[in-house]
Each structure stands twice: as structure tokens, then as C-alpha cells.
């Protein structure tokens, strides 16, 4: 028996919960585009954005850690399926669409340049005087302009539901800027889980990649109120409890992130369906109409993961050999932008032919170039402009 996509919408109709997005209800693509016979709209789109080259490239560009620095460290490829991973469950759990939360997931971070948040403050000060930069406006110019796939339409296509969840993804690192998709009003309950998600991922991973760098101290670690309510569950489970004591060996470690992220998860889940019941929410208009976000941890949780920001920010991000490393990334794009800059002679023939349409185009040319590279291509571009030793 085969599935058509008119049965796959049909089925969303009956199972998902009255605001979850249904495929069939989209606000369609922006040209003209035939759908797929037996897979659904949002389908098409999450499977668009696996096969782009920007998906791919994440990864090589940085989480924290630049690629070189060990195989197991995060990089913005895995911690997308992480954060696609986290949100299908949500989605699941609360009766939303999965498929339009997946395609939000994989696709949130397509536009961040190399060297992770170093790379994207070094370009906004490049861009300062040429239209600016930041990681989510690139990733809408990825998706509706820059990847060349089609012969009918620049970029991807995508429908509505997930553009719009891109341009409102907002996290303490992301502000968002809905201009053109309905600022005043709240995006999907997708879109929203997407968010979340993604800042599960983020604060968990960062916290195993620290600790397994021997960055974090796992003394420190264990004052936070997280860390030791994951603890307190470990010693107490009912299979293999681990004492409250026991010292922390890279198995204690998986464990007890695994249990860090089930309890943010099951506190999301549990918190949004109540706002869900609170706020007498009953359909997708109801959801947009309430104008700011519904889906979020319960109060305790929030304040558990404020003081893990804050932790990660003074212990981890901000550590001397992270920012050593900010400091090369600064340097490497920095010294990039200006040789281009000043010599466009010296970038490949299809930028320089961007650059040629318009003056007003030119340094957008350079920081689409630049903001596209992976770490490894990126210092291996500036060793060759500024290394007299290395081939060109």
C-alpha cells in the first residue's frame, strides 16, 4: 500500500492536535511548484534542505570548537540533527506537525559563517556601512536566494510555514526579524518548539564538550542546580543507580547529559500544554493571534537554565584558550574581507561576477562568500593569500 500526499494530509487532520500546522493548510510556495505525489509539503522542504551544499557544509563551521581540535566535539551539522532530534519529540509528544518542526530545525543555522558567534560578530562589523550581517538573515538568503538548485526559481522554495519559522527563530542568541511575515503575530507552535530545541541542545552540548575538554571543571559543574537534580535522579533510579558521589567518568558524563536533556524536554512539553489549556488555544489562528511565544519551560526551569548560561558564559565561552581561538577567527575573516575588498581579482570568477551586477553588490558578494566557508576552507584561504609558502 502506497501513501499518497492527499492521504498523508487526511491523516494529519485526524491525529494532530487542532493547533498543530497541517500540510494541507500551507500558505504555499512563493513560485509555482508542483507538490510530490506521496510526500507532504513540509516533507519537501525538510528534504530540500538536506540536500543543499550550505547544509552540508556545516560540518566543518564551528560549535565551539574548530574542527581540528578533536573528532568528537559538536559542529553546527550534528547539533542541527540534535536539535531536529529534541524537536520531532516535542512535536510528537504535543500533537504538532513533525515534519514542518524538522524542516525548521535542520535549517536554523544554514547562515552561520565560520568560527560560530566570533564569525558572525567579526562580519556584522564588517557590514556595518553595507546593509549589516547576522546568521538568520543569511539563512533566508541561502534558502530564497543564493543556493542555485532549480532551473524555475532562485533558492529553495519553501513553503510559508517554514520560512516564517526561520525569520522568527528566537533564542538568547538569535533575534529575530519577521519583516515581511507578520511581526505582530506569533509564528507556528513549530516554530516555537524549534526554539526550545534548539536551546536544549546548545546548553547541553556545550556543557558535555566542556567538560570533555577539561575546560569546565567538573567541581564547578556540580554546584549547578541542574547538574545536581540530574544527580539526585541517577542516585535514586531504580536500575543502576550511580551514589551521589561517584566520580565523574565519561559514562557518569552521557548519562547524566541524557538526563539533563529529558528533564528540559519533559519540563517543555508539560509547561507548554499548560499555557495551551491556560490560554483556551484551539487552533493555529489562536496560536498566531496571542502575538509572542506560548511554548516554554515552566518558571523553575527557566531559572535553572539562566544560571547554566551564565555559567557557560564566564567558565566556557569566554575561557582563554576559546578565546585564542576568537582571536584567530577574527584575524583569518578580518584579513579575508580586506585582500577582497581591495583586490577582487583575487576571489573566484562566479563572485566576481556577482560583484559586477551592482557596486551597491560588492561587499554583499564578499560576505556571501566568506560567511559560506567552512573553518577548514577558511584558514586554508588565508594561508594561501597570506603565506608566500603555500600553493594557490
Known amino acids: 500500500m502506497i501513501l499518497t500526499r492527499d492521504q498523508l494530509e487526511e491523516l494529519e487532520r485526524e491525529l494532530l492536535a487542532p493547533y498543530g500546522m497541517k500540510s494541507g493548510d500551507s500558505r504555499g510556495r512563493v513560485y509555482p511548484d508542483d507538490e510530490h505525489p506521496y510526500r507532504s509539503a513540509y516533507q519537501k522542504d525538510r528534504d530540500r534542505i538536506v540536500h543543499t551544499s550550505a547544509f552540508r557544509r556545516l560540518e566543518y563551521k564551528t560549535q565551539v570548537f574548530v574542527y581540528h581540535e578533536g573528532d568528537h566535539y559538536r559542529n553546527r551539522l550534528t547539533h542541527s540533527i540534535e536539535v531536529a532530534q529534541i524537536g520531532r519529540t516535542m512535536a510528537r509528544a504535543l500533537g504538532l506537525n513533525e515534519d514542518l518542526t524538522e524542516a525548521i530545525c535542520l535549517a536554523h543555522d544554514l547562515g552561520h559563517p565560520p568560527f560560530g558567534h566570533t564569525g558572525e560578530h567579526v562580519l556584522a562589523e564588517l557590514m556595518a556601512d553595507f546593509g549589516g550581517f547576522d546568521h538568520q538573515r543569511q539563512t533566508m538568503r541561502i534558502v530564497e536566494l543564493l543556493e542555485m538548485r532549480y532551473s524555475g526559481f532562485p533558492g529553495l522554495n519553501l513553503t510559508y510555514e517554514v520560512r516564517e519559522g526561520l525569520v522568527k527563530h528566537d533564542t538568547d542568541y538569535d533575534v529575530s526579524d519577521a519583516t515581511g511575515y507578520e511581526p505582530d503575530k506569533a509564528g507556528t507552535l513549530e516554530a516555537q518548539i524549534a526554539n526550545l530545541a534548539d536551546e536544549i541542545a546548545y546548553n547541553t552540548s556545550d556543557l558535555d564538550d566542556g567538560l570533555r575538554s577539561g575546560i569546565l571543571d567538573p567541581a564547578a559543574v556540580a554546584q549547578l542546580s541542574l547538574w545536581q537534580m540530574a544527580r539526585l535522579a541517577l542516585a535514586t533510579a531504580p536500575e543502576f543507580p550511580v551514589p551521589a558521589d561517584a566520580p565523574l567518568d565519561s559514562l557518569l558524563r552521557a548519562r547524566l547529559i541524557r538526563k539533563l536533556i529529558a528533564a528540559e524536554v519533559t519540563d517543555a512539553i508539560s509547561a507548554t500544554d499548560r499555557r495551551l489549556e491556560r490560554c483556551q488555544v484551539r487552533s493555529v489562528a489562536d496560536v498566531r493571534d496571542l502575538g509572542e511565544n506560548i511554548a516554554n519551560f515552566s518558571t523553575e526551569m527557566s531559572a535553572y537554565n539562566r544560571e547554566l548560561k551564565a555559567f557557560l558564559l564566564q567558565h566556557f565561552y569566554r575561557h582563554w ?72
Do not use: H, W
Request: aromatic share 8%; glycine share 8%.
Open 321 to 392: 584558550r576559546v578565546n585564542r581561538m576568537a582571536g584567530k577567527a577574527r584575524r583569518i575573516l578580518s584579513g579575508l574581507f580586506s585582500v577582497y575588498q581591495g583586490d577582487p581579482g583575487q576571489l573566484p570568477p562566479a563572485v566576481q561576477v556577482q560583484m559586477e551586477r551592482g557596486a551597491d553588490l560588492a561587499e554583499r558578494a564578499i560576505c556571501d562568500y566568506i560567511a559560506g566557508m567552512t573553518d577548514r576552507f577558511a584558514i586554508q584561504e588565508y594561508q594561501k593569500l597570506f603565506d608566500p609558502e603555500t600553493r594557490v
